[in-house]
Nanobody, 121 residues
Framework: QVQLVESGGGSVQAGGSLRLSCAASGYIYSTYCMGWFRQTPGKEREGVAAIDSGGWTSYADSVQGRFTISKDNAITYLQMNSLRPEDTATYYC?????????????????WGQGTQVTVSS
């Protein structure tokens, strides 16, 4: 069983930065695909960024060039720069053995509890 715990959320002004962390346990970390998703009330959870076991990364168009996903052993990070009010959401970390569609939430079978990010204008 995979356990994921997010941290690093908070409140920031537009243009600021935050770094989210996802601590993983319970599996062979290096073989998994890791993703970050976000959700706001009334909207579907959307893929933000993902990194597979080979280090290949994928990003949503809305965050390309501003967000960076990375892994360091059992921790997956999401560095978020140049934040905008529309980035406000609950951010979730997710894991799956393989991810042919990295930003497709339906593929992921392990999820964290989420961390809130609020960006004010």
């Amino acid at each position: 069983q995979v356990q994921l715990v997010e941290s690093g959320g908070g409140s920031v002004q537009a243009g600021g930065s935050l770094r989210l962390s996802c601590a993983a346990s319970g599996y062979i970390y290096s073989t998994y695909c890791m993703g970050w998703f976000r959700q706001t009330p009334g909207k579907e959870r959307e893929g933000v960024a993902a990194i597979d076991s080979g280090g290949w990364t994928s990003y949503a168009d809305s965050v390309q060039g501003r967000f960076t996903i990375s892994k360091d052993n059992a921790i997956t990070y999401l560095q978020m720069n140049s934040l905008r009010p529309e980035d406000t959401a609950t951010y979730y970390c997710a894991a799956v053995r393989r991810c042919p569609k990295p930003l497709d939430r339906s593929q992921y079978n392990s999820w964290g509890q989420g961390t809130q990010v609020t960006v004010s204008s």
